[in-house]
T-cell receptor, first 113, second 109 residues
């Protein structure tokens, strides 16, 4: 089934630990995005990639890093997790950057204690 | 700053019609999107407006007025499965999406 796969679905993590959220798409989309969703707030962009080999910072990039070694994979790493990073994280992709429809993964619920 | 406003929560009756409003103030405009998000699930695309007017797609319609910075999503013949959050998002002049906090729609029998 074409789409986006995120892993893990849910994770509880101790503060200070390193964590990588995985995201893989099989639609050959050029652009990929990481968002966080918190209660009462709109989706906030963490990092994005317009094409393989390039990445950019979104609205809330601090404490997060990404890489885009190939078209399909776009992992998000928390180098040293803090409780304020407790959130639901969504990976998304679109055919290209610009006014394109986003396809979202199912989300990864992360709790940092 | 850039801002998207939509009601936090709305309640409607099965079979009825509901209108969810969205007002925006952004740096430029390259289109407005509506997404549906069921609890615990990913957002899914509903509609895209870039020109003024009404776009109809089955039971769902979306309206845009760029001069007023205003859009609405109209849901007809409401069904219980329409209970979800509805997210309004505007693409600004840099092609960055600005998201509203979402409107939680509760459908009662």
């Amino acid at each position: 089934i074409a789409g986006i796969t995120q892993a893990p679905t849910s994770q509880i993590l101790a503060a200070g630990r390193r964590m990588t959220l995985r995201c893989t798409q099989d639609m050959r989309h050029n652009a990929m995005y990481w968002y966080r969703q918190d209660l009462g707030l709109g989706l906030r962009l963490i990092h994005y990639s317009n094409t393989a080999g390039t990445t950019g910072k979104g609205e809330v990039p601090d404490g997060y890093s990404v890489s885009r070694a190939n078209t399909d994979d776009f992992p998000l790493t928390l180098a040293s997790a803090v409780p304020s990073q407790t959130s639901v994280y969504f990976c998304a992709s679109s055919a290209s950057s610009g006014a394109n429809v986003l396809t979202f993964g199912a989300g990864s619920r992360l709790t940092v204690l | 700053g850039q801002n998207i406003d939509q009601p936090t929560e709305m309640t409607a009756t099965e079979g009825a019609i509901v209108q969810i409003n969205c007002t925006y103030q952004t740096s430029g405009f390259n289109g407005l999107f509506w997404y549906q998000q069921h609890a615990g699930e990913a957002p899914t695309f509903l509609s895209y407006n870039v020109l003024d007017g009404l776009e109809e797609k089955g039971r769902f319609s979306s309206f845009l007025s760029r001069s007023k910075g205003y859009s609405y999503l109209l849901l007809k013949e409401l069904q219980m499965k329409d209970s979800a959050s509805y997210l309004c998002a505007v693409m600004d002049s840099n092609y960055q999406l600005i998201w509203g906090a979402g409107t939680k729609l509760i459908i009662k029998p």
